[in-house]
């Protein structure tokens, strides 16, 4: 199972990014997904899961400004990001739940990490 992070990038404050992750390979059922981020010198955070019938958690720091959301039939995973400050800096990846085969158990699988850089 391979996830790809893609779309973060350099963007001034108070600007958007969308970020996505599509999880591709040997995939029989997708369970929760989520995306985490890692800033300079930090521990790496929840930014915010979905299950897969769309219920939502988010970390106090970004609630009312990112939104998660997936596509199901797509295997694939956004990241709507708004109103961006300096402190969201960081690399942000994807992590997945899932099931290989119908035999198997569901495991945790993280993509590479897209960087996102706020700054003027």
């Known amino acids: 199972v391979q996830l790809q992070a893609s779309g973060g990038g350099l963007v001034q404050p108070g600007g958007s990014l969308r970020p996505s992750c599509a999880a591709s390979?040997?995939?029989?059922?997708?369970?929760?997904m989520g995306w985490y981020r890692q800033a300079p010198g930090k521990q790496r955070e929840l930014v915010a899961r979905i299950t897969t019938g769309g219920s939502t958690n988010y970390a106090d720091s970004v609630k009312g400004r990112f939104t998660i959301s997936r596509e199901n039939a797509k295997n694939t995973m956004y990241l709507q990001i708004n109103s961006l400050k300096p402190e969201d800096t960081a690399v942000y990846y994807c992590?997945?739940?899932?099931?290989?085969?119908?035999?198997?158990?569901?495991?945790?699988?993280w993509g590479q990490g897209t960087l996102v850089t706020v700054s003027s």
């Open positions: 390979g040997s995939i029989f059922s997708i369970n929760d």
């Open positions: 992590n997945a739940n899932v099931k290989r085969t119908r035999f198997e158990v569901y495991r945790d699988f």
